[in-house]
């Protein structure tokens, strides 16, 4: 899952140079569409709850403590008890449910899986009286047709506890950002890194609960690889996220929810010698059709 965890737009920037914009997608498509497979090499030595918690507590910790230098007002006893809250929906249920997937799914087809989650905050936001449009319906229908496509490629079908855990994890993204919407939520980068540090105590109880302990002898690889989904996952691409939100139009600030995906496939087949079959490619495609067509009706709405 990416970390783009409910951050409020800003104002439109002052001028800045041009060349930042297309930078700051450029990192964003890639460097969250490789951190699946970050995550695939991370658990080599760290076991997934574990994992996740060590990643944005320590993320959490540096964003907050540059925040706090920077004299950003600390959020409030209740915007605190919101921010666990959705924090624990997105991060714990969403990214620390992908990193339990991802033991027996390719990291191709889990960030695949994960691309449904617009479809699924579409019907949660009935839940608030937002019903679907007819577009969005036809958008609907057609991405649930490509997650059942999907589930019935090898990447899925061979690892039915994975794939529960996968759709789990889009649901608990998809609820968790309908929800976070109307609530009273810290402002900014400041949301992002309460949601951090309260994510790392329910994964680091989960992981406990789970039966993980901390590595004695992790592999080097592996630790790398946790610390470039914290450097680069958690902090530079997000930073990157949050300049790109306040400089373009919103339709394309989020256009990484249809660039990672197929990125995360190239990265695991050519990098991880992942397969990628028929039906996953096609549930992939037809995914990504109705999630553009939702955005897209959602897009005119606004």
Same mark, same amino acid.
């Given at each position: 899952?990416s970390?783009?965890?409910?951050?409020?737009?800003?104002?439109?920037?002052?001028?800045?140079?041009?060349w930042?914009?297309?930078?700051?997608?450029?990192?964003?498509?890639?460097?969250?569409?490789?951190?699946?497979?970050g995550?695939?090499?991370?658990?080599?030595?760290?076991?997934?709850f574990?994992l996740?918690?060590?990643?944005f507590?320590? /993320?959490? +910790?540096? *964003?907050f403590?540059?925040?706090? =230098?920077? @004299?950003v007002?600390? $959020?409030?006893?209740r %915007?605190?008890?919101?921010?666990?809250?959705?924090?624990?929906?997105?991060?714990?249920?969403?990214?620390?449910?992908?990193?339990?997937a991802e033991?027996?799914?390719?990291?191709?087809i889990?960030?695949?899986?994960?691309?449904?989650?617009?479809?699924f905050?579409?019907?949660?936001?009935?839940?608030?009286?937002?019903?679907?449009?007819?577009?969005?319906?036809?958008?609907l229908?057609?991405?649930?047709?490509g997650?059942?496509?999907?589930?019935?490629?090898?990447?899925?079908?061979?690892?039915?506890?994975?794939?529960?855990?996968?759709?789990?994890?889009?649901?608990?993204w998809a609820?968790?950002?309908?929800?976070?919407?109307?609530?009273?939520m810290?402002?900014?980068?400041m949301?992002?890194a309460a949601?951090m540090?309260? /994510?790392? +105590?329910? *994964?680091?109880?989960?992981?406990? =609960?789970? @039966?993980?302990?901390f $590595?004695?002898?992790? %592999?080097?690889?592996?630790?790398?690889?946790?610390?470039?989904?914290?450097?680069?996952g958690?902090i530079?691409?997000?930073?990157?996220?949050?300049?790109?939100?306040?400089?373009?139009?919103?339709?394309l600030a989020?256009?990484?929810?249809?660039?990672?995906?197929?990125?995360a496939?190239?990265?695991?087949?050519?990098?991880?010698?992942e397969?990628?079959?028929?039906?996953?490619?096609?549930?992939?495609?037809?995914?990504?059709?109705?999630?553009?067509?939702?955005?897209?009706?959602?897009?005119?709405?606004a």
């Amino acid at each position: 899952m990416s970390d783009a965890a409910c951050t409020a737009q800003e104002a439109p920037a002052a001028a800045s140079p041009r060349w930042l914009v297309p930078l700051s997608l450029l990192s964003m498509y890639l460097i969250w569409g490789s951190t699946y497979l970050g995550i695939r090499y991370a658990l080599v030595s760290y076991p997934p709850f574990m994992l996740a918690a060590i990643r944005f507590a320590i /993320a959490g +910790v540096v *964003l907050f403590a540059v925040l706090r =230098l920077r @004299g950003v007002t600390l $959020p409030t006893a209740r %915007q605190w008890k919101n921010a666990a809250i959705v924090g624990t929906l997105l991060l714990a249920g969403g990214n620390g449910l992908v990193c339990f997937a991802e033991q027996s799914v390719s990291s191709g087809i889990a960030a695949v899986a994960v691309a449904s989650m617009p479809l699924f905050a579409a019907v949660f936001g009935g839940l608030y009286r937002e019903w679907p449009t007819r577009g969005e319906t036809i958008g609907l229908m057609l991405g649930f047709v490509g997650v059942v496509v999907l589930n019935l490629g090898a990447g899925l079908s061979g690892s039915p506890l994975g794939a529960i855990a996968l759709i789990c994890a889009a649901m608990a993204w998809a609820f968790g950002s309908v929800w976070s919407k109307r609530q009273d939520m810290p402002s900014g980068p400041m949301n992002t890194a309460a949601q951090m540090l309260c /994510a790392s +105590v329910s *994964l680091s109880i989960i992981a406990l =609960l789970h @039966g993980e302990r901390f $590595p004695a002898h992790p %592999q080097v690889g592996a630790t790398v690889a946790l610390g470039y989904l914290i450097v680069f996952g958690s902090i530079v691409a997000f930073s990157a996220y949050l300049y790109v939100l306040k400089t373009v139009r919103p339709a394309l600030a989020t256009s990484y929810a249809y660039v990672n995906p197929p990125v995360a496939v190239l990265f695991g087949v050519a990098v991880a010698g992942e397969h990628v079959g028929p039906f996953d490619l096609a549930g992939m495609a037809i995914i990504l059709v109705g999630v553009g067509i939702i955005t897209m009706m959602r897009t005119r709405k606004a």
